[in-house]
């Protein structure tokens, strides 16, 4: 039924294309032109055309109009078809569709083909088309080869956490300054500090006073480098700010920039192969990470802020619709990433594919669910994990809830107090992990595993587990609502970075 349907479309477009091209060849004057003769060899050109779509696979599921060759499976049944009408003109001595259309007519029939199948793209088409290839759909990342900019770590003693929050993603410094108001240096404000506050139920509102390190480690203005290096590694920091006499800052030091020592970045797991039920229709056809928001697929998105970071070893869990997802990414080149596969043979749940993964994975890695768009800071996770020596880090997410009614605090029979209406708050998992590789040890091969199994083995072993809270934006693909949800809010984004 699918592929009628397709080939239906594409002969009426093909048929069309022919019938437009005798028009604009006689300058609109239809005296000119046998329409009986037009008609019947624009049916004849569509026949040749979407047949030979059909012998080249063009219709199949798994064909995508992705790669230079693709565009030749469209050009070589258009450009046989023109063939087809020239030799019926030479054969009758009739020219219902005059030799001077034949061109147009095979040009237009082959971009409408093109066009139908780009439908869902055509909005990142009009933007490249207009310089726009680039526009940030959320706010950017600061990518890991930018140079420090301190005018953007600086925060006056008034502002609050969420005010330091945006500083500290703002630069690659990864660090908010906090100035009196003579302009000397108060305290510092680290990633690590705010997502602790969040932990700590510390509203964003809050001073960035409250949770700054009044006495922070800097650096003197005459010191070396290599004093400089030494300080960082004996206080167990990754950035100093360097400051003058009167306590002002005037440059900041960055441990990975001043060392060859800091290791490469971490491979990560990306959870590709789920079967996306859930999504209905929308993945009938494709698989979940090939589903597009904001005219560009779920994994791309992914993939591409992973390389914005510095990661640039992804490993791919594919199972259902597999060769979609490898034909689209290939060897992730184009996206800046090494990638490599390993296939589910059946549905292996969220962890299940960590156990084929781990001969590619020798250090700790990261593992993240494909349907997923966040903007979270990959490396700050890392870095948080390994500073709580911790054997698995979950990433969390928090959610709050307004209960619809009064809630009666009691003990026994005697009520000590009542709550209207209020707003629980507790945090939930996010999708984004980062483990050692003794806990991909726990995963059975071969074997349905979720991660949540994973993580009450780790736990029932003794393993340290911990949580890194995100508090960027983050959004799970999981349903057509979450799907529209999501489109909307990175559409938002893209006209306000600060929504």
């Known amino acids: ?25 006689v300058g609109g004057r239809l005296e000119f032109t046998w329409p009986d003769q037009a008609l019947a060899l624009a049916i004849i050109a569509a026949a040749v055309q979407v047949g030979g779509n059909a012998v080249l696979g063009v219709y199949r599921k798994s064909w995508l109009l992705t790669r230079t060759r693709d565009l030749v499976d469209l050009a070589a049944p258009a450009l046989a078809a023109a063939l087809v009408v020239a030799f019926l003109n030479v054969a009758t001595g009739l020219h219902g569709i005059p030799f001077a259309a034949l061109p147009v007519a095979a040009g237009l029939a082959f971009l409408l083909e093109i066009a139908r199948r780009l439908r869902r793209r055509w909005r990142q088409i009009l933007r490249a088309v207009l310089g726009q290839r680039d526009l940030p759909i959320l706010p950017p990342l600061a990518r890991v080869e930018e140079a420090p900019d301190l005018g953007k770590l600086f925060i006056p003693g008034t502002a609050s956490i969420r005010d330091a929050m945006q500083a500290i993603d703002r630069d690659v410094s990864r660090i908010a300054l906090v100035v009196a108001p003579g302009g000397e240096l108060a305290g510092t404000v680290t990633d690590g500090d705010a997502r602790r506050a969040i932990l700590a139920g510390t509203s964003l509102d809050s001073p960035a006073a409250s949770i700054m390190k009044a006495k922070p480690v800097v650096a003197v203005r005459d010191m070396t480098d290599d004093e400089i290096v030494a300080l960082m590694l004996a206080e167990s920091v990754r950035q100093v700010p360097v400051v003058d006499e009167a306590r002002r800052v005037v440059d900041i030091k960055l441990l990975d920039r001043m060392t060859r020592t800091a290791e490469e970045p971490v491979p990560v797991l990306i959870m590709a192969g789920g079967l996306g039920r859930r999504l209905g229709d929308i993945t009938r056809y494709i698989p979940k990470p090939l ?31 597999a060769e979609l997802i490898e034909r689209y990414f290939g060897d992730g080149r184009r996206f800046g990433v090494n990638i490599s596969y390993v296939r589910d043979g059946r549905p292996l749940g969220t962890a299940g594919a960590i156990a084929a993964a781990l001969p590619q994975l020798e250090r700790e890695f990261i593992v993240t669910n494909a349907d997923l768009l966040t903007r979270v800071n990959f490396g700050e996770l890392v870095a948080f ?22 809630l009666v605090e009691i003990d026994g029979t005697r009520v000590t107090g009542i709550r209207e209406k209020p707003e629980l708050r507790h945090f939930v998992n996010g999708g984004i992990y980062v483990l050692e590789p003794k806990l991909g040890k726990l995963v059975p091969a071969d074997t349905r595993f979720d991660m949540d199994q994973l993580i009450r083995a780790a736990l029932a072993q003794g393993f340290r587990v911990g949580c890194f809270p995100i508090h960027e934006f983050w959004a799970d693909i999981g349903e057509p609502a979450d799907l529209k949800q999501a489109s909307s809010a990175y559409d938002r984004r893209a006209t306000d970075p600060k929504t």
């Open 385 to 406: 994990h390994r500073a709580d020596n911790n054997d698995l880090t979950i990433g969390i997410i928090e959610s709050t809830y307004e209960l619809r009614y009064g």
């Open 291 to 321: 589903v597009e928001v904001a005219g560009r697929p779920i994994l791309a998105t992914l993939i591409q802020d992973l390389a914005a970071q510095g990661f640039h070893r992804v490993v791919l869990a594919v199972g259902h619709k």
């Open 1 to 25: 039924m699918r592929i009628l349907r397709l080939a239906g479309l594409d002969l009426l477009a093909v048929a069309a294309a022919y019938v437009i091209a005798v028009g604009f060849r």
